[in-house]
């Protein structure tokens, strides 16, 4: 309830903002279009229905900034939010002569103020208060666009409107500000005449009553927002204070390490107050679930879940084991493991795949890695080998998405890839087949293409395998994606090295056949020695992947057909379809 106060009360006062901000523009017409922009802008805020909520936004809005400063139980935050609480604690301190010289006095005293007195006391009668509207003006258009902009930031459509929304962010506040010092000029102009001043307040009814009237609530409002402030940040040192005359129980963290934890104080605050560095891209506010964390030992003690934490680990499909460190206030001894990088991303936040978290599937890996290419690249300038690789990585990325597959990584001059990752083994294992064709077309195209500048045509050697393997994404940072590791993965890596002892472009096990529902008759099964094991394996040596088409182009035979292998027949422990 508190988190939808604060955004209901920020778009109020980002509404009146922006019409405020349109009016100003108007200034680049003339003081006249302002004056005549006010019946649009403001006077809608001037009815009781406005009053209410624009200045029970402004206070809400106040209060919960408060509130929050006087919740965290450290003050040590990331640099946007320091920002971003110093921008909103710099509005009022900006705001309040503006508010009360202008809407207040307009309600409470005989004033009668529109753009031409406002524009004449800015840019005759007090001209050191532009600094003061030109800081209001950034200051509050900045606290309210980084607040969009976290906020936005979860939302999947977002990126893609980056751009244009950044645009406007931009020029809305530049047009504004132009607007006010192009009439700020007009108005210098019509200063030249002596009564243009008095004329002005007198029509506006400006006397030095009203004018006191100003400044005493000026101050009052200052000492009263200071006085507010001030008490905020007493009752947090009290608190603190009372909380170190007890008992701190510990927070453990992977490696270790033990940092204390302060009554009431969540662990996302804890680790930041330790200077362990934690993934939270929405600030703590319990909306992108990247701060999330598995909770090793003292989950019972822990408070049930609120409806919106859970809502949050429901969104990514997170087990009971796994908790919101924003969230969790530890009242004992806690052990924690985080799931995330610090590095974590908005796009971690967004639910995803299962196998992306980690799961054992079975799936098919093929390997393939170019022949006699470190002999190639010694006799070739740098720049024109990495031409090359950049071009046999094209083809080989293509022909696996071709296919189906999922690119693991580029090793050296040789390819890892995925296949049946989501569709399953046995349509994984017939895409794994095509690409291994594809691949050795693209090859034949590159040698084609190539043949003025190469000695002899490049060659390549394939191997594919199908087991069980651990699939998610691993990594750090930028360098984390979508892998598998394994035996499986092992093996499917000797047959690619088995390729180039039989001379040959592909090798395949039985499993991959099996499962695929293929006739490779025409290839008899070798039983092979696998390094590292000490069971053979039955493959297939194929001299050209191009040679399997025809098979592939049938329809799919029963399981285990031609294969050789007996129904319940297996490989180093892994069963064969059914």
């Not at 509005?91 to 529109?114: F, Q």
Request: with cysteine; aromatic share 8%.
């Amino acid at each position: 309830m508190i988190r939808r106060l604060g955004l209901g009360s920020g778009f109020i006062m980002l509404a009146f903002v922006l019409g405020h901000f349109l009016n100003h523009m108007l200034g680049l017409i003339s003081l006249d279009a302002m004056n005549w922009g006010l019946q649009y802008s403001i006077a809608p805020w001037r009815t009781v229905t406005g009053l209410v909520l624009l200045g029970g936004a402004l206070v809400v809005h106040v209060f919960l900034a408060l509130w929050s400063l006087y919740e965290r139980r450290s003050l040590v935050m990331t640099t946007w939010e320091a920002f971003q609480l110093a921008l909103g604690l710099a509005i009022p301190v900006l705001l309040i002569e503006h508010v009360i010289g202008t809407r207040v006095a307009d309600d409470l005293t005989a004033l009668r103020s529109d753009y031409t007195f406002v524009m004449a006391v800015y840019w005759v009668a007090r001209p050191e208060l532009i600094v003061t509207q030109f800081a209001l003006v950034l200051v509050a258009w900045s606290h309210a666009m980084i607040g969009l902009h976290y906020w936005l930031r979860l939302k999947r459509w977002y990126p893609r409107l980056i751009p244009w929304l950044f645009t406007l962010a931009v020029l809305i506040p530049t047009l504004a500000l132009a607007g006010f010092v192009s009439t700020g000029f007009e108005v210098r102009a019509m200063a030249a005449d002596p009564d243009f001043l008095d004329g002005v307040f007198q029509r506006a009814r400006m006397d030095e009553e009203i004018l006191g009237f100003v400044q005493a609530s000026t101050e009052t409002g200052l000492l009263v927002f200071a006085l507010l402030l001030g008490g905020t940040l007493a009752a947090r040192g009290l608190r603190l204070y009372r909380a170190n005359r007890k008992g701190v129980p510990r927070l453990v963290h992977p490696g270790g390490r033990s940092v204390p934890l302060r009554p009431g104080a969540t662990v996302l605050e804890t680790l930041r107050d330790a200077g362990i560095p934690h993934a939270s891209v929405c600030g703590g506010r319990g909306r992108c679930s990247t701060c999330r964390v598995q909770v090793k030992h003292g989950a019972d003690l822990l408070e049930e879940p609120s409806p919106e934490e859970r809502r949050v680990l429901a969104r990514i499909g997170a087990p009971p084991s796994v908790r919101l460190a924003c969230q969790i206030r530890p009242p004992a001894d806690l052990e924690i493991v985080p799931l995330l990088p610090p590095t974590a991303s908005a796009r971690d936040g967004f639910a995803k795949p299962g196998y992306r978290q980690g799961e054992e599937r079975t799936i098919a890996i093929l390997f393939s890695d170019l022949r006699g290419f470190t002999k190639l690249s010694d006799t070739k300038l740098p720049y024109d080998v990495v031409f090359l690789l950049n071009r046999y990585f094209d083809g080989m990325g293509i022909a696996v998405e071709e296919a189906g597959g999922h690119l693991d990584k580029f090793i050296g001059d040789g390819t890892m890839a995925l296949f049946g990752v989501e569709s399953g083994p046995q349509t994984g294992c017939r895409q794994a087949l095509s690409a291994a064709v594809g691949m050795a077309r693209q090859l034949a195209a590159l040698n084609r293409s190539m043949a003025g500048d190469l000695r002899e045509p490049l060659r390549m050697g394939m191997g594919i395998h199908v087991g069980p393997a651990i699939v998610g994404e691993m990594g750090y940072g930028g360098a984390k994606s979508l892998t598998a590791i394994g035996d499986a993965v092992n093996i499917a890596s000797r047959l690619e090295g088995l390729a180039k002892e039989h001379a040959s472009e592909l090798v395949v096990s039985d499993q991959v056949v099996a499962y695929a529902g293929v006739d490779l008759t025409g290839f008899p099964p070798q039983q092979s020695a696998i390094r590292g094991k000490s069971e053979t394996l039955a493959v297939r040596v194929i001299p050209r992947a191009v040679e399997i088409v025809p098979a592939l182009s049938q329809p799919i035979v029963s399981p285990n057909a031609g294969t050789g292998l007996p129904q319940t027949a297996s490989a180093f422990g892994s069963a064969a379809p059914p």
